[in-house]
């Protein structure tokens, strides 16, 4: 009866989700699960309430693509195995244990022919030579070889499983990273559309200005021209009244009358003034700023949604005893004081440095540092590979393995294999650092002004860290993404 119950058992392991009954071609489906051919291929061929929704495991609710069957050879095998078994263990009954040829009790089993034997089948010459033994003595390899499979197959079942789930946590992640490039476009747009808009009012305010200023001059010049026309029609008509008169007439005051009328000088105004022909020149001029905003904001969208915001902690183990971290990570600040901080393999000993907590092994990546050097000093940023010498002095360089920049009041320094002062518009007080670890570009920028400072390029072969340092009291620095 136990054997019974654990072939009963065993047969429960193999059977089909959808009709209950005993696998038949099982076939396996992307999230794992096992299915009769004909049952699964008739359960895609029912159309669902929407459909154009793609399948889903009638179990799991995975969805998985109609294409996908794999035939399962080795649970098919497995199958065929437990249905012997369950025969035999139905035959094993009082009723129908018994040798359907000679009527006598069945206690023995042939490996060659897999035929049940009574003690008459056995003595038969069609067995004699065959390899025979009793029931119980046979079942107990395929028994084992049947554990060995359910235990393959649960394996096999819980790698897929684990595949699943490491996957869909990794769908998670990349579906948390579109929210967030989404958010970033949203954003940027919403501060372009507010830019636009006060652009516009400024233009347009312009624009009216010059609207007033120009009919303004065009009421003054028509007055003055009026003016110099009645002045000019007096004149005439005087002069055309004095030449109709007689001769004694004619000559009273001739000479003062032309005399009046030669030195009479036109005045001539103009209609548009040198200042307001000028101002309607330069209005182009006043489009620079939108120029100037559009193309940073183009090279700032495409930049943010080629390389992915990393969120930088200070790594304490790392810090020089000489810096002071804030709770968070986020903060560094240099002090003279030295802190009691415990010697380890990580630690800078000489070099006032920081390392990040995390380092990258791929992807491109950016963070910007706000560097504070109101009080003096200097502060160093860039990246390091992991191997970089932590103990005695370190050359901040790139054969060291070592890509950074050197902030300083007043002045800028790429620190290459000889340190090279940079010309730029300002002193950045952000600084952009972007990081394309397979095409090997250390990019720095002024996140404020967009202004390019320098870019190293090397061949990274192992992993790389945000590097940090600062010298001189009261110099700070602090992350964002």
């Known amino acids: 009866m136990a054997a019974a119950a654990s072939v009963t058992s065993l047969a429960d392991e193999v059977n089909c989700p959808i009709c209950q009954g005993t696998l038949r071609e099982p076939v396996t489906i992307d999230c794992g699960h096992n299915f009769c051919r004909g049952c699964l291929t008739r359960y895609c061929e029912v159309p669902g309430p929407e459909s154009e929704e793609p399948l889903s495991c009638p179990l799991c609710k995975e969805p998985f693509r109609p294409g996908s069957f794999r035939p399962n050879w080795q649970l098919a095998s497995v199958v065929e195995n437990i249905e012997r078994l369950s025969l035999a263990s139905a035959l094993g009954t009082e009723e129908e244990h018994v040798c359907q040829e000679h009527g006598e009790k069945i206690y023995f089993f042939c490996e060659e022919d897999e035929a049940q034997l009574c003690v008459v089948c056995r003595e038969a010459g069609e067995h004699r030579a065959h390899t025979v033994r009793f029931l119980e003595d046979a079942a107990g390899p395929y028994r084992e070889q049947i554990q060995k499979c359910l235990k393959c197959l649960r394996r096999e079942r819980e790698e897929i499983q684990e595949v699943q789930s490491r996957e869909n946590e990794r769908m998670q992640v990349l579906l948390t990273q579109v929210a967030t490039k989404r958010q970033q476009v949203i954003s940027e747009f919403v501060h372009l559309r507010q830019f636009l808009e006060e652009q516009q009012r400024i233009l347009l305010a312009q624009l009216e200005g010059l609207d007033g200023d120009i009919l303004k001059q065009q009421e003054e010049f028509d007055f003055l021209v009026t003016g110099e026309i009645c002045r000019f029609s007096a004149l005439i008509e005087e002069l055309e009244e004095k030449n109709a008169r007689p001769a004694r007439e004619l000559l009273t005051d001739i000479r003062s009358t032309l005399l009046r009328c030669e030195t ?116 160093t940023v860039g990246v390091v590979s992991e191997g970089v010498q932590r103990k005695g002095e370190l050359r901040l360089r790139p054969e060291e393995g070592v890509w950074a920049v050197r902030l300083a009041w007043g002045f800028v320094s790429a620190l290459g294999s000889f340190p090279t002062r940079l010309a730029l518009k300002g002193q950045p007080r952000q600084v952009r650092v972007s990081l394309d670890y397979e095409v090997g570009w250390v990019t720095f920028a002024n996140a404020v002004t967009q202004e390019h400072i320098y870019t190293f390029t090397a061949s990274f072969a192992r992993k790389i860290f945000p590097f940090f340092g600062l010298w001189g009291r009261g110099s700070s620095f602090s992350l964002s993404s």
């Not at 005045?267 to 040198?274: G, T, Y």
């Not at 182009?284 to 495409?302: D, V």
Request: glycine fraction near 6%; hydrophobic fraction near 35%; include cysteine.
């Open 264 to 379: 009479r000088k036109c005045r001539k105004p103009e209609a548009v003034s040198p200042e307001l022909g000028q101002r309607i020149r330069d209005f182009p001029q006043q489009t620079a700023p939108l120029q100037r905003e559009m193309k940073m904001f183009l090279e700032k969208l495409c930049f943010e949604l080629d390389y992915e915001p990393a969120h930088l902690a200070l790594d304490p183990l790392t810090s020089h005893p000489k810096l002071l971290l804030s709770e968070d990570h986020q903060q560094a600040r240099f002090s003279y004081k030295w802190q009691n901080s415990p010697d380890n393999l990580q630690r800078f000993d000489r070099a006032t440095c920081v390392l990040a907590r995390d380092g990258f092994t791929g992807g491109r990546h950016t963070w910007v540092v706000s560097v504070d050097l109101a009080h003096g000093g200097s502060c």
